[in-house]
């Protein structure tokens, strides 16, 4: 494929959107960068009543409908107690998990807007017992200092019950193209849906660009997008586990940094995962293969995407998955290769532009009689 994507670019538009707080349901810093990006290249542009941001270019032939999902959620915290001493206690937003979160920074906003750091602090191992000290402690045995010194100095900085947080985590540039932080779960997808949609040329279908809200808490911004948008078939633009890393048997390797863009096959376990439609997977193969970008199929034992809810939409809807190999996913040190994420804009454009709406006619079943 001819065309150049900045790395540059790339890796700022992905710290801009990594270093924003936006847990699931607070998605407003992440959802107005996206307005911003999308806002010069759509044909029209709207947030919906979830705070989906919708995006569409339209096609030269027209009739169809393709949609390119990426969520703009992270994993968090609530703010659920504030003790006499100052102290706060939190529960979790989506699947964020005790062990990656003791002993991190913070983020708290209020709902006044004001953002104060704080620390997940834990009792120190020379006071605990010793069973204490082998185990990952639960939520509950958590608490997050922000430097107060009592309830009321708390009530003051204007933090509250219901405030949330995030992990407080700059991106920053490791080796061979490689970055570690926050939130890339799905930031890097964002990036994907945005810069893959400012490059389509002359696609044939309407293109709908989707960055959907609370992906983590249970696909629901694409459940409703879906339902408005009734698309003819849908990509979603996610991470998955790149699990190249030590200890690991190779035969469980899902995906490796830096051998390009997943092509899901299936995911999840049973009802709750995604068997991406063949002829999607077909597709998104042949494009790569013709335009020489590198990729690996994917199948993952556990978690899933948002097309598996885009999938069941209505009548049902094809629906396949694009994956960025990422290690440490919902960490604040997750890591991935910028080639990757390059490679799913390469990967993203040249599907859509391939996708004629005489074959997306054709996925929507037989008549036999």
């Keep these: 494929m001819s065309i150049e994507i900045s790395r540059d670019d790339v890796l700022n538009l992905l710290k801009k959107l990594c270093e924003a707080i936006g847990p699931s349901g607070y998605e407003e810093g992440v959802k107005g960068l996206v307005v911003d990006y999308l806002r010069t290249v759509a044909d029209k542009l709207w947030v919906d009543t979830w705070g989906n941001v919708v995006a569409v270019k339209k096609g030269s032939v027209g009739g169809r409908k393709l949609m390119l999902a990426a969520h703009m959620d992270e994993i968090g915290l609530f703010i659920s107690f504030i003790d006499d001493n100052g102290f706060l206690r939190a529960l979790p937003i989506g699947g964020i998990t005790e062990r990656a979160t003791v002993f991190q920074r913070v983020l708290i906003r209020t709902r006044g807007g004001r953002i104060y750091r704080g620390v997940v602090g834990l009792r120190p191992p020379h006071i605990a017992k010793p069973e204490e000290a082998q185990k990952i402690p639960e939520f509950r045995e958590l608490f997050i200092d922000v430097g107060a010194g009592s309830r009321d100095e708390v009530t003051k900085m204007g933090i509250r019950v219901g405030d949330i ?205």
């Design 165 to 369: 947080a995030v992990f407080d985590r700059e991106l920053v540039s490791l080796n061979n193209d490689r970055v570690s932080g926050k939130a890339f779960d799905d930031r890097s997808g964002v990036v994907v849906l945005i810069k893959a949609f400012e490059l389509i040329e002359n696609p044939e279908a309407d293109v709908y660009a989707v960055a959907t809200v609370q992906e983590e808490v249970g696909l629901k911004g694409a459940r409703t997008s879906a339902f408005a948008i009734s698309p003819d078939a849908a990509i979603a633009l996610d991470v998955t586990i790149a699990s190249d890393v030590p200890d690991t048997p190779q035969h469980e390797w899902c995906t490796r940094l830096g051998k390009g863009p997943a092509i899901k096959v299936a995911d999840g376990r049973g009802a709750s995962g995604l068997i991406a439609h063949p002829e999607i997977v077909n597709k998104l193969i042949a494009v790569a293969e013709e335009h020489k970008i590198p990729y690996q199929i994917e199948l993952l034992a556990g978690g899933t995407t948002d097309a598996s809810i885009i999938a069941l939409n209505k009548e049902g809807v094809p629906a396949g998955t694009i994956s960025i190999p990422t290690r440490y996913i919902h960490s604040p040190v997750e890591v991935l290769d910028l080639n990757d994420i390059i490679n799913a804009i390469k990967l993203s454009k040249a599907f859509v532009e391939k996708a004629s709406v005489e074959w997306l006619a054709s996925l929507k079943g037989i008549s036999i009689k």
